[in-house]
């Protein structure tokens, strides 16, 4: 697919996403690479103009310059945004107590600390998205491994059987906490389906994706 067509159906995605303002969003694209620029409304909006722009065939990849903008909300300062943030993950029943630490500066949030799946530091992340005053997050929460890299494996193998049409196409590696995933898929939602049931498995800390589109 060449670059003109995927520009028109990234806008035309954008603008079918309710949630978000899209002719506030600026869409290039070279080599099937999407760059995102302009400004949104909220944190929120910036990660789903990534995730609707990704759901776009054709599309490899998305570089992702939006600015975050509160038009309406005067400015928070990063004590009360702090603490806004710390009751929030204190309150979230995917997050284990006491597991995680975090910083404000100028409206981005740092979060760190140490948790057992990655669906758990993903939760933090997203739990944080809708307050008003963050800009940006940077999650550098570690996932602690609790099982045997083959046993990994073989969840993995197992949750791609059960979803994925061709899952034979696929191969995974596991070294250590690390997962990769190689071969091909047809379309890029089965590439993201990949790439999930890599992230669900306990104890994996980072996730190479390797496949490509058929």
Same mark, same amino acid.
């Given at each position: ?136 997050? =940077?999650?550098?929460?570690? =996932? ?71």
């Amino acid at each position: 697919m060449d670059d003109k067509t995927v520009h028109q159906h990234v806008l035309d995605e954008l603008d079918y996403a309710p949630m978000i303002d899209a002719a506030q969003i600026g869409v290039t694209v070279e080599k099937g690479i999407v760059t995102l620029t302009g400004r949104v409304r909220n944190y929120a909006e910036k990660t789903i103009a990534e995730r609707v722009t990704l759901r776009v065939r054709g599309v490899r990849g998305v570089v992702e310059r939006i600015e975050v903008r509160y038009p309406h909300n005067p400015l928070i300062g990063d004590e009360a945004l702090a603490e806004r943030c710390a009751r929030v993950l204190e309150w979230n029943v995917h997050v284990p107590e006491r597991s995680i630490s975090l910083k404000v500066e100028k409206g981005c949030v740092t979060l760190d600390g140490c948790v057992p799946y990655y669906h758990q530091k993903a939760a933090a992340d997203k739990a944080l998205r809708r307050l008003a005053g963050v800009t940006d997050i =940077v999650n550098l929460i570690a =996932v602690k491994p609790p099982v045997e890299p083959a046993e990994v494996k073989d969840r993995i193998l197992a949750a791609l059987r059960r979803s994925a049409r061709d899952p034979d196409t696929i191969r995974v590696h596991v070294d250590g906490d690390k997962v990769t995933l190689d071969g091909c898929v047809d379309i890029w939602s089965e590439r993201e389906l990949a790439e999930r049931a890599a992230w669900s498995a306990p104890g994996v800390r980072a996730v190479e994706d390797r496949l490509t589109l058929a």
